[in-house]
């Protein structure tokens, strides 16, 4: 079965950058679709971006653009996050989860079957 971690995270300050990394075990990613969520303290997770097997990316939140880049290397099971220009609204615990079939779809959390536990990012002002 298809076990996902995240690391990367830390603290930077305003307009820093971090990157993340989502890397699989138990199986190959080259069939699944792989999607970044976050979740802010007292606030819902969300959907941030996911990319396909083909390395088409769908952005869920429109304050990303710009900023953030995913990509994948599917020789080393893993996705990554570059997060470039961070905000204060950005801090949150960043997961990665993978959808079999390779699209992403419309809707962020949809068929998303297989989830990471999360790597924290702080950014201070």
């Known amino acids: 079965q298809l076990q996902l971690v995240e690391s990367g995270g830390g603290a930077v300050q305003t307009g820093g950058s971090l990157r993340l990394s989502c890397t699989a075990s138990?199986?190959?990613?080259?069939?699944?679709?792989i999607g970044w969520f976050r979740q802010a303290p007292g606030k819902e997770r969300e959907g941030v971006l996911c990319?396909?097997?083909?390395?088409?990316?769908?952005i869920y939140v429109d304050s990303v653009k710009g900023r953030f880049t995913l990509s994948r290397d599917d020789a080393k099971r893993t996705s990554y996050l570059q997060m470039d220009s961070l905000k204060p609204e950005d801090a949150a615990v960043y997961y990665c989860?993978?959808?079999?079939?390779?699209?992403?779809?419309?809707?962020?959390?949809?068929?998303?079957?297989?989830w990471g536990k999360g790597t924290e990012v702080t950014v201070s002002s």
């Open positions: 138990g199986d190959t990613l080259d069939y699944f679709a």
């Open positions: 989860a993978a959808s079999y079939g390779g699209q992403c779809p419309m809707r962020p959390f949809y068929d998303m079957k297989y």
């Open positions: 990319i396909s097997t083909t390395d088409r990316t769908t």
